[in-house]
C-alpha cells in the first residue's frame, strides 16, 4: 500500500502562485510515475501533469508555460509549482502515484486538495 498526502492548496488571487506538495510513504519502492489531476465540480478528473521516476515530464495543453511539475525521489515528493492562474485552474487537485508490484500495476490517490482561483 502506499499512501500520499497532498498539501499546499488554497484560495488565490487570478495571476496568482501556489504551490502543491505530495508526500508519499508506504511500499514506495515500486513507485513509477507520478502525477497531478484536477477535477472541477460537475466535470471529469483530468490529467494536469506527470513525471517519471527518470524525470520526463508530461503537461496538459492548458498548463504548458504555467505549471511545473518536479520530484524529490529521496524524499518520495512530487510538487506542483503552479503560476499565472487563472479562475479555470479552480478544481480539486489529486495526487496520483502508478507503481509496479510484483508485475501488477497499481494506481494510488491522495484525499485531494482544493485550489481556488477568484478575486
Known amino acids: 500500500q502506499v499512501h500520499l498526502v497532498e498539501s499546499g492548496g488554497g484560495l488565490v488571487q487570478p495571476g496568482g502562485s501556489l504551490r502543491l506538495s505530495c508526500a508519499a510513504s508506504g511500499n514506495v519502492w515500486g513507485i513509477t510515475t507520478m502525477g497531478w489531476y484536477r477535477q472541477a465540480p460537475g466535470k471529469q478528473r483530468d490529467m494536469v501533469a506527470s513525471i517519471t521516476s527518470s524525470g520526463i515530464t508530461n503537461y496538459e495543453d492548458s498548463v504548458k508555460g504555467r505549471f511545473t511539475i518536479s520530484r524529490d525521489n529521496a524524499k518520495n515528493t512530487v510538487y506542483l509549482q503552479m503560476n499565472s492562474l487563472k479562475p479555470e485552474d479552480t478544481a480539486v487537485y489529486y495526487c496520483?502515484?502508478?507503481?509496479?508490484?510484483?508485475?501488477?500495476?497499481?494506481?494510488?490517490w491522495g484525499q485531494g486538495t482544493q485550489v481556488t482561483v477568484s478575486s
Open positions: 496520483n502515484a502508478e507503481g509496479l508490484y510484483y508485475s501488477v500495476w497499481r494506481d494510488y
